[in-house]
C-alpha cells in the first residue's frame, strides 16, 4: 500500500500565483468599495442598501465584507439536468470539470445547405439544437443566432422554445426581458414537473449582462431578480472590450469585469442565499486597426485564463469563452484560432466554455465551426485528461512477456485498453493515401458538411412532453399578443 503518494489526475496549466491572484481579488474589492457601480434599477437598490451597500442616487458602493459574504454563499459545485432523465447529459460544475457549447446573438448564420451567410431566422433553431444533441463533446445548448424574422422583442422567447423540444441537453437561455425570462422559466417549469421539482433538478441556466464600464442595467437587474426569485441558475456576464470600455492590460480588465460581475453576485445572494451564480465574461481586445472585438486574439485566451483562476480563486464557478474566430468563412484561420482557444479553455479549466461556432468576430454564428470545435474539444479533453499511473498501466509485466522484438496486437492487456486510451477522431482523417483517394479527397471541409448533413437526417432527439408543448404555444401566444398589444 502507498503512502503519500502524490497523484496529478489531469493536465492542468497555472499562470498566475496564489499571490497576483490575491492582488487581484484585492483590487476588485477596492473597486466596488472605493469606485462603485451605476445600478439603474430601483429594487435592486433597494436590496443592496438593505443588505449594507453605500446608495448615493444609482451609485453604489459595497464595502469588501458584504462582498466576501456573498461569495461564501455561492456555491463552487452544483449539477444542471437534462430535461430527459440522461444522466450522461447532466452537468456537473466544480473544480476540474470544462464544459462547452455555443452562444448566442449572432445576427447572421452560415446556411446548413448552401453554407452561405444570411440573417438568421426561426427555423435555424431546431437544426443548431439537434447538432448541439448530436455531438458527443458539446454540453450544453444555445441558439447561435438572433431570430430576424418574429418580432424583435420576442426572439430570445422563440430560440428557446425552438431549442427545448430539439435537445435533451442543459440549455443556456438569455431574454431581453422579465416578460420572456417568465415565459421560458414557465416551459422549463413544465417540463420539469412544477416549479419545486424544476428547484430540485434545474434544466436550464439563465443568462444576463451588465454594462461595461461598471454599469447595471433595469433590464439585466430585472432579469437577475427573476432568476433569483425563481431559484434559477444565474450567469451574470460583461463583455469588456480592452482598451474600449475597460484597461488596456490583461489585469485591469480582470479586475473591472470582476466588479461588474460581483455586483449581480452581492445581489442575487442577498436575496436568494445559496443561488448558484457563474461569474463570467467575453474579455478581448479592440483591435485598434479594424475597431473590432476580436474573437480570433491570443489576448482572448490569456484574459479569460487569469479570470478563470481568480473566479476559482474567490470559489465561483466562470463562464469561459472559446471555439470562436473572426474568420468570415470556414477556412484554416477558423480551425487554428477555434482550436487554440478549445484547448486553453480545457487546460485552465473554464467551468462552461461559450460561444462555439461564433465566426466573423461574433456577427454570425455556424453549426459547420461548432462541430469541428466538437472534434477539436474532444482532441483537449484526451491530452487534459493526462496519463493514469498505477500497476496495470505501467505493464511491467506485459512488456517482460513480449520482450524484445515482439508486438502487443495479440495481447489481452491491448485489448482491454485501446479503445479508452485512444483518442478517436469523428472527423478527422487517418487513413493512408490510397484509400484517401478512393474515398474522393475529401477535405476537412467536406467532411464537416457531411457530418452537419447526417445529423440533421438522422438523429432524434428525446421528446418533450405533451403537456409542455402546450405551454410553449400558450406562452408564444400569449407574448405574440402581448406585443401587439404593446
Same mark, same amino acid.
Given at each position: 500500500?502507498?503512502?503519500?503518494?502524490?497523484?496529478?489526475?489531469?493536465?492542468?496549466?497555472?499562470?498566475?500565483?496564489?499571490?497576483?491572484?490575491?492582488?487581484?481579488?484585492?483590487?476588485?474589492?477596492?473597486?466596488?468599495?472605493?469606485?462603485?457601480?451605476?445600478?439603474?434599477?430601483?429594487?435592486?437598490?433597494?436590496?443592496?442598501?438593505?443588505?449594507?451597500?453605500?446608495?448615493?442616487?444609482?451609485?453604489?458602493?459595497?464595502?469588501?465584507?458584504?462582498?466576501?459574504?456573498?461569495?461564501? &454563499?455561492? %456555491?463552487?459545485?452544483? !449539477?444542471?439536468?437534462?430535461? /430527459?432523465?440522461?444522466?450522461?447529459?447532466?452537468? @456537473?460544475?466544480? +473544480?476540474?470539470?470544462?464544459?462547452?457549447?455555443?452562444?448566442?446573438?449572432?445576427?447572421?448564420?452560415?446556411?446548413?445547405?448552401?453554407?452561405?451567410?444570411?440573417?438568421?431566422?426561426?427555423?435555424?433553431?431546431?437544426?443548431?439544437?439537434?447538432?448541439?444533441?448530436?455531438?458527443?463533446?458539446?454540453?450544453?445548448?444555445?441558439?447561435?443566432?438572433?431570430?430576424?424574422?418574429?418580432?424583435?422583442?420576442?426572439?430570445?422567447?422563440?430560440?428557446?422554445?425552438?431549442?427545448?423540444?430539439?435537445?435533451?441537453?442543459?440549455?443556456?437561455?438569455?431574454?431581453?426581458?422579465?416578460?420572456?425570462?417568465?415565459?421560458?422559466?414557465?416551459?422549463?417549469?413544465?417540463?420539469?414537473?412544477?416549479?419545486?421539482?424544476?428547484?430540485?433538478?434545474?434544466?436550464?441556466?439563465?443568462?444576463?449582462?451588465? &454594462?461595461? %464600464?461598471?454599469?447595471? !442595467?433595469?433590464?439585466?437587474? /430585472?432579469?437577475?431578480?427573476?432568476?433569483?426569485? @425563481?431559484?434559477? +441558475?444565474?450567469?451574470?456576464?460583461?463583455?469588456?472590450?480592452?482598451?474600449?470600455?475597460?484597461?488596456?492590460?490583461?489585469?485591469?480588465?480582470?479586475?473591472?469585469?470582476?466588479?461588474?460581475?460581483?455586483?449581480?453576485?452581492?445581489?442575487?445572494?442577498?436575496?436568494?442565499?445559496?443561488?448558484?451564480?457563474?461569474?463570467?465574461?467575453?474579455?478581448?481586445?479592440?483591435?485598434?486597426?479594424?475597431?473590432?472585438?476580436?474573437?480570433?486574439?491570443?489576448?482572448?485566451?490569456?484574459?479569460?485564463?487569469?479570470?478563470?483562476?481568480?473566479?476559482?480563486?474567490?470559489?465561483?464557478?466562470?463562464?469561459?469563452?472559446?471555439?470562436?474566430?473572426?474568420?468570415?468563412?470556414?477556412?484554416?484561420?477558423?480551425?487554428?484560432?477555434?482550436?487554440?482557444?478549445?484547448?486553453?479553455?480545457?487546460?485552465?479549466?473554464?467551468?462552461?466554455?461559450?460561444?462555439?461556432?461564433?465566426?466573423?468576430?461574433?456577427?454570425?454564428?455556424?453549426?459547420?465551426?461548432?462541430?469541428?470545435?466538437?472534434?477539436?474539444?474532444?482532441?483537449?479533453?484526451?491530452?487534459?485528461?493526462?496519463?493514469?499511473?498505477?500497476?496495470?498501466?505501467?505493464?511491467?509485466?506485459?512488456?517482460?512477456?513480449?520482450?524484445?522484438?515482439?508486438?502487443?496486437?495479440?495481447?489481452?492487456?491491448?485489448?482491454?485498453?485501446?479503445?479508452?486510451?485512444?483518442?478517436?477522431?469523428?472527423?478527422?482523417?487517418?487513413?493512408?493515401?490510397?484509400?484517401?483517394?478512393?474515398?474522393?479527397?475529401?477535405?476537412?471541409?467536406?467532411?464537416?458538411?457531411?457530418?452537419?448533413?447526417?445529423?440533421?437526417?438522422?438523429?432524434?432527439?428525446?421528446?418533450?412532453?405533451?403537456?409542455?408543448?402546450?405551454?410553449?404555444?400558450?406562452?408564444?401566444?400569449?407574448?405574440?399578443?402581448?406585443?401587439?398589444?404593446?
Amino acid at each position: 500500500m502507498r503512502g503519500n503518494y502524490t497523484v496529478n489526475s489531469g493536465v492542468r496549466f497555472r499562470m498566475l500565483t496564489d499571490d497576483q491572484l490575491q492582488e487581484l481579488y484585492d483590487g476588485v474589492l477596492h473597486v466596488l468599495e472605493y469606485t462603485g457601480l451605476e445600478v439603474h434599477h430601483e429594487e435592486s437598490l433597494e436590496i443592496l442598501k438593505k443588505a449594507g451597500a453605500w446608495v448615493d442616487g444609482n451609485r453604489v458602493r459595497i464595502p469588501s465584507y458584504l462582498v466576501r459574504k456573498s461569495l461564501e &454563499l455561492a %456555491p463552487r459545485s452544483f !449539477t444542471v439536468f437534462s430535461r /430527459d432523465g440522461n444522466p450522461e447529459n447532466n452537468i @456537473h460544475i466544480g +473544480p476540474g470539470r470544462a464544459h462547452f457549447g455555443p452562444g448566442p446573438t449572432c445576427p447572421n448564420f452560415i446556411d446548413v445547405e448552401t453554407m452561405d451567410r444570411r440573417p438568421y431566422i426561426k427555423s435555424d433553431v431546431p437544426n443548431v439544437a439537434k447538432v448541439v444533441d448530436a455531438l458527443p463533446n458539446v454540453d450544453f445548448c444555445e441558439s447561435l443566432g438572433t431570430v430576424n424574422d418574429v418580432h424583435h422583442d420576442l426572439g430570445a422567447l422563440y430560440e428557446f422554445a425552438g431549442m427545448f423540444p430539439n435537445t435533451s441537453k442543459p440549455i443556456v437561455a438569455w431574454s431581453y426581458d422579465k416578460y420572456d425570462s417568465a415565459g421560458i422559466h414557465e416551459i422549463a417549469v413544465a417540463e420539469a414537473g412544477g416549479q419545486k421539482a424544476f428547484e430540485r433538478r434545474p434544466n436550464y441556466i439563465h443568462y444576463c449582462e451588465p &454594462l461595461s %464600464p461598471l454599469v447595471s !442595467t433595469g433590464e439585466a437587474l /430585472d432579469k437577475l431578480i427573476f432568476a433569483a426569485k @425563481h431559484r434559477i +441558475p444565474l450567469i451574470f456576464t460583461p463583455c469588456p472590450i480592452a482598451g474600449g470600455t475597460a484597461p488596456v492590460t490583461a489585469a485591469g480588465i480582470i479586475i473591472q469585469g470582476a466588479a461588474e460581475s460581483w455586483m449581480g453576485l452581492t445581489i442575487a445572494q442577498a436575496l436568494q442565499p445559496g443561488l448558484p451564480f457563474i461569474m463570467g465574461g467575453v474579455f478581448s481586445v479592440m483591435d485598434m486597426s479594424s475597431m473590432i472585438l476580436s474573437y480570433g486574439a491570443p489576448e482572448l485566451s490569456l484574459m479569460m485564463a487569469g479570470l478563470t483562476e481568480l473566479a476559482h480563486f474567490a470559489g465561483l464557478p466562470l463562464w469561459q469563452t472559446g471555439g470562436c474566430t473572426d474568420s468570415k468563412t470556414f477556412d484554416e484561420q477558423a480551425i487554428i484560432e477555434g482550436s487554440l482557444s478549445v484547448y486553453f479553455s480545457a487546460l485552465t479549466g473554464g467551468d462552461l466554455t461559450h460561444d462555439v461556432g461564433y465566426t466573423e468576430s461574433a456577427m454570425t454564428g455556424s453549426v459547420f465551426q461548432l462541430t469541428a470545435m466538437d472534434e477539436a474539444i474532444g482532441y483537449a479533453r484526451r491530452i487534459t485528461r493526462g496519463i493514469e499511473v498505477n500497476e496495470d498501466t505501467m505493464a511491467v509485466d506485459v512488456i517482460n512477456n513480449v520482450g524484445p522484438n515482439g508486438h502487443y496486437l495479440r495481447e489481452e492487456h491491448t485489448r482491454r485498453h485501446y479503445k479508452t486510451e485512444f483518442w478517436y477522431p469523428n472527423i478527422c482523417d487517418r487513413r493512408n493515401y490510397e484509400e484517401w483517394e478512393e474515398e474522393g479527397k475529401k477535405t476537412m471541409k467536406d467532411r464537416t458538411y457531411a457530418r452537419v448533413q447526417d445529423i440533421l437526417a438522422t438523429h432524434k432527439p428525446s421528446p418533450i412532453k405533451p403537456e409542455t408543448e402546450k405551454v410553449i404555444d400558450k406562452v408564444l401566444s400569449e407574448a405574440e399578443e402581448r406585443v401587439k398589444n404593446s
